[in-house]
């Protein structure tokens, strides 16, 4: 088996070929991935109807921010931004989709997970209150 290992947030992340298999196999049947990632998860590939079960006002009250210099975008709870020092941090549930030119959520490509990965290497910092760990995602 061919493994790629990616270290995120200090966590060992890996992707192996079975996800790449999967992916592929169920976009010829239609089937949507994304993304998800909380502070008591690692990052996992989901299908689009899972995403309610992690973030559950995903496609309701969430809110959205493109990453830049992407198609790529982050749904989250916007109850779960903590504001500390002018800078906001995404404290919960994090749901990593994309969207076509039509505005209809399609599947993510192994590229994009691997861009979201970087991603939050740039961004992703453990946060302390009251001698707790509290792993964020920082919006800035």
Do not use: W
Not at 66 to 85: F, H, R
Not at 105 to 134: C, N, P, V, W
């Amino acid at each position: 088996m061919n493994n790629t290992t990616r270290t995120i947030r200090s966590e060992e992340i890996t992707i192996d070929m079975r996800v790449l298999t999967i992916m592929e196999d169920g976009r010829k049947n239609g089937e949507i991935y994304l993304a998800a990632i909380a502070p008591n998860m690692e990052l996992t590939v989901i299908t689009l109807d899972e995403a309610p079960d992690i973030l559950p006002c995903f496609d309701e009250d969430d809110a959205c921010v493109n990453i830049p210099d992407s198609t790529l975008m982050l749904c989250y709870n916007p109850a779960q931004v903590l504001e500390l020092g002018g800078k906001h941090y995404l404290t919960g549930p994090v749901i990593l989709m994309r969207i076509d030119m039509d505005g209809d959520i399609i599947s993510l490509s192994m590229d994009e997970l691997y861009r979201f990965q970087k991603y939050l290497a740039g961004h992703s910092i453990t946060l302390m209150a009251d001698d707790q760990k509290l792993p964020c995602i920082c919006m800035e």
